[in-house]
């Protein structure tokens, strides 16, 4: 894949902050382009900004710049009314040739950054804690980022389980500002296996984890044991039936019986006696799928799905049922690694949908009060009064875990 193509999906992990050039940065680097990522005012005459220098340029914001070991970050005092004169705090190469950087968080104490790769490999955050009026840097260190493994429904509402595949976090939310917050405790609940998920009149049905012909798992719902055992499996969308729903996705293949649909029980609750779900399918290399959601019902057993046309081209990695709507997370399954599509909510009664864009991928939905909370691969995401806030994450020169918004 090209890096334009890789850039054009990174634009949805872009903040929009428009880029100008700076080139008094340019001559300090010496290298032939260089952008503001991000600037703010700190004292008179003096902006802090973070700038990028390179050999090639960076495309145009919301997209994030690829820093790699020949560009240069710089951290710098510009003069607001003599823009050629900067003081440098810090100047750093990348830390890899495959960092695409995005700004997490800056503010006039510190910098932190992150790293994603061409084919979605995450690496470390980069931070940098410096003093503006002693015009130094600090310290700069390195860490891994916390994805959100799993939604926990504590006592007190909900709770995430952070994970950096070393060691565990657990996350919950303060009732008194709404704000998500480390908790300290001695062990993190470690994720439990896939369970047998009973529903309906005396739990006689299950989502089970199932294996075909040729050993390759899939889910299903069950009914009874052994012999009499009844497996209902998920039934796929036909293929002119997709075909008319995504014919972007269907004009690329030759002839429509090359595409394999497989389509997957994907995210579930229990609500109501129903198991409500979301479908997920590989989206890459000839697979394919209609994206959309449902329940099984215990009373026909049988199931009953929607597809509403801004789901059709999604996946579903996150759902939350309640009374009034349900809650879907969206991504993209591919070949280079996951997309993120946004939350999406849709009401019972009229059968409408709202869309927010939502440029991570959650991995659970949860409710805490007025506001939606989403455990996501690179932190947790909140929802309030129809605004998006997303939280990562992040360590002290002490070596403290905290949680942060991003700006």
Request: glycine share 10%; with cysteine.
């Amino acid at each position: 894949m090209t890096p334009s193509r890789i850039l054009a999906g990174l634009m949805l992990l872009g903040l929009a902050h428009a880029q100008d050039s700076i080139p008094a940065f340019q001559r300090v680097s010496g290298l032939p382009h260089a952008v503001v990522l991000r600037r703010i005012p700190v004292e008179d005459p003096w902006d802090l900004v973070a700038a990028l220098a390179s050999a090639q340029p960076c495309e145009p914001a919301p997209r994030p710049c690829w820093w790699n070991t020949k560009d240069r970050l710089g951290i710098l005092l510009q003069d607001r009314n003599d823009p050629d004169k900067v003081v440098p705090l810090a100047i750093e190469p990348g830390p890899n040739d495959d960092c695409s950087t995005r700004v997490e968080r800056f503010t006039a104490q510190e910098l932190v950054l992150s790293c994603v790769g061409e084919k979605w490999s995450t690496y470390d955050n980069r931070k940098f804690v410096y003093d503006v009026g002693a015009r130094k840097l600090v310290s700069h260190s390195s860490y891994a980022p916390f994805l959100a493994e799993r939604v926990l429904h504590g006592r007190n509402g909900p709770q995430f389980a952070m994970t950096d595949n070393q060691r565990r976090l657990l996350v919950d939310i303060d009732p008194a500002t709404g704000e998500p917050r480390v908790v300290p405790v001695a062990e993190v609940p470690q994720p439990p296996e896939e369970p047998d998920v009973p529903f309906g009149p005396g739990g006689r049905f299950h989502l089970s984890k199932l294996k075909d012909k040729f050993q390759t798992p899939y889910t299903a719902v069950t009914e009874g044991e052994g012999p009499r055992e009844r497996i209902y499996t998920l039934p796929q969308t036909d293929p002119k039936t997709w075909q008319r729903a995504r014919p972007d996705d269907a004009k690329t293949y030759g002839n429509i019986e090359l595409a394999e649909i497989r389509e997957e029980i994907g995210p579930y609750q229990v609500e109501g006696g129903r198991l409500w779900f979301g479908k997920t399918f590989y989206n890459s290399e000839g697979g394919t799928g209609l994206g959309g959601f449902g329940f099984f019902d215990p009373a026909t057993a049988s199931y009953r799905l929607i597809a509403p046309p801004e789901i059709y081209a999604w996946s579903v990695s996150g759902i939350l049922v309640e009374a009034d709507g349900v809650w879907l997370a969206l991504y993209r399954r591919g070949e280079y690694g996951d997309y993120p599509g946004g939350l999406l909510r849709w009401d019972r009664a009229a059968a409408t949908v709202q869309h927010w864009d939502m440029p991570w991928i959650a991995t659970g939905i949860a409710r805490s009060g007025d506001a939606i909370y989403m455990g996501a691969t690179d932190g947790v995401v909140a929802l309030r009064g129809g605004r998006i806030t997303s939280y990562f994450v992040d360590r002290s020169s002490a070596g403290q875990y905290r949680i942060v918004a991003r700006n």
